[in-house]
């Protein structure tokens, strides 16, 4: 399945890399092959591509399955992929551009640069549209399959117009205080950078970014992507696929949505953003910390950004449709240990998550650099093994082996199961689970989780006994 990588990759700059040149061992593409088989098998992927690269250099690219169903067409090295939000990720940097030209201060309101946002808009600084801390409402709703604004048949026809939806909305929550993904905020910022340029967004974009990097094989919005290359969007419905039924955004959504791009360019997107090309790496790590919100939590994401830090790594990314996701992961700087991961699919009969496809190839590309994917593909593939063999085995390398700080084994083993019980179901998850609670059996968070999953299998009497269990060592604990 391997494939050469593409020699059109920008410099590493200072790294001093040739990005075009592979250093792929044999041993890794053929452990990374298995690996991309082993998800096509478990979650039914129609068509997956992937690329790794490591410190500037591309060491494994592969595609499989088919990017058209109904002609049995084959996904190769040139398929293009709906990215959807990954658009996100252009129209952030963009954002982090005049950050790193002074022309923008993240903490001054966004109606000092966008003309007529709503009132109560006024005073919401531009990080928290940024970090979709703003509390505005969405523009459009889902109505029988159908993306319809208020008081349109169909989507609002102008920016303007949709801005006027949402803001006619009441608002969600006080800016700052809490987290609400809505394409609304990304609106917002394409005003903004449409009023300091002076240009439509989808010009702004080529200009400054598709162009620069010769991004040829990105477009935004479907429309110029040649039919013989693009991949059908499919969806899982009762365990099978099916043609998803995907409206396609305005043109002023382009900078929120309907990305359409290659592996290829993703990447060289990426190794051009890690080498300092578009922003300068010390604006970027400055930006990519995290926010605190006024209740005191921490935001996930981090100027326009989901950001992860885990196993002594920031991990920077985002997903698109929940099918596609690239992810960007630096080792204390972007001068530091850097690898970029993206992983594109047109969809699975079980509607994997797009971080537990990366998180597999993380964990064969990688393992000692990050041990936290290895844990998640080492509990699925447990929960999946049948009967209890290996349950020892898997407890005694949990102890021992896994390379997590006790300290956070617990809460890494219940998200994996959460998210091997959204993937695969409640009753692959149930295995995990109760892993946890043999694991940690005066934990209260465990034996709750636990009883979840009970009672989404519809084990009442089982379920409200744990949940007992952990109310009442919860109370254990709260007494001392």
């Not at 398929?79 to 940097?93: E, P, Y």
């Amino acid at each position: 399945m391997a494939l050469p990588a593409q020699a059109d990759s920008p410099g590493a700059g200072e790294r001093g890399l040739a990005l075009g040149a592979v250093a792929t061992a044999p041993e890794l593409s053929a452990r990374l092959d298995a690996q991309l088989e082993t998800n096509r098998e478990r979650y039914g992927i129609a068509g997956q591509a992937v690329l790794v690269a490591h410190n500037g250099t591309i060491v494994y690219q592969a595609e499989g399955g088919e990017r058209d169903r109904s002609q049995h067409a084959p996904v190769t090295a040139d398929t293009v992929f709906g990215a959807q939000s990954l658009a996100k990720l252009f129209t952030s940097t963009l954002v982090m551009q005049l950050v790193d030209e002074g022309a923008l201060d993240l903490d001054a309101p966004a109606s000092r640069h966008v003309p007529n946002l709503p009132a109560a808009w006024q005073a919401i600084p531009v990080r928290d549209f940024l970090n979709h801390s703003s509390g505005v409402a969405e523009y459009f709703e889902d109505r029988n399959g159908h993306w319809t604004s208020k008081g349109y048949i169909g989507l609002a026809p102008t920016l303007a117009a949709a801005l006027a939806v949402a803001g006619d909305a009441p608002m969600l929550f006080v800016p700052g205080s809490r987290v609400r993904y809505t394409q609304t905020n990304f609106l917002v910022l394409s005003a903004l950078l449409e009023a300091h340029y002076r240009q439509p967004y989808p010009t702004i974009a080529r200009r400054r970014i598709l162009q620069p990097l010769e991004l040829r094989s990105t477009w935004l919005g479907k429309p110029g992507v040649p039919r013989n290359r693009a991949a059908v969007a499919y969806v899982g419905r009762q365990g099978a696929l099916q043609a998803a039924n995907e409206e396609a955004f305005k043109d002023y959504g382009y900078g929120h949505s309907d990305l359409q791009t290659t592996v290829a360019d993703m990447n060289r997107f990426l190794q051009a953003l890690a080498a300092g090309k578009l922003v300068r790496p010390a604006t970027l790590e400055a930006l990519w910390q995290p926010q605190v919100l006024s209740s005191g939590s921490t935001n996930y994401i981090s100027s326009g950004w989901d950001t992860l830090r885990n196993d002594g790594y920031t991990q920077v990314g985002h997903d698109g449709g929940t099918r596609v996701r690239a992810r960007l992961a630096y080792k204390g700087t972007l001068a530091g240990d850097t690898w970029i991961f993206v992983y594109f699919t047109n969809g699975s009969a079980r509607n994997v998550w797009s971080s537990t496809l990366v998180d597999s190839v993380m964990a064969v590309a990688a393992p000692e650099a990050f041990p936290h994917a290895l844990l998640s593909e080492r509990l699925i593939a447990h929960a999946l093994a049948e009967g209890s063999a290996g349950e020892d085995a898997m407890q005694a390398w949990l102890r021992d082996g896994s390379g997590i700080p006790a300290a956070e084994l617990e809460r890494a083993i219940n998200a994996t199961g959460y998210a091997i019980r959204e993937n695969l179901g409640a009753r692959v998850a149930l295995k995990v689970f109760t892993l946890n609670t043999t694991l940690y059996p005066g934990s209260a968070n465990a034996w709750d989780s636990l009883a979840e999953c009970h009672a989404a299998l519809g084990d009442t009497a089982t379920a409200e006994a744990m949940y007992a269990k952990s109310r009442a060592l919860a109370g254990t604990a709260k007494g001392n």
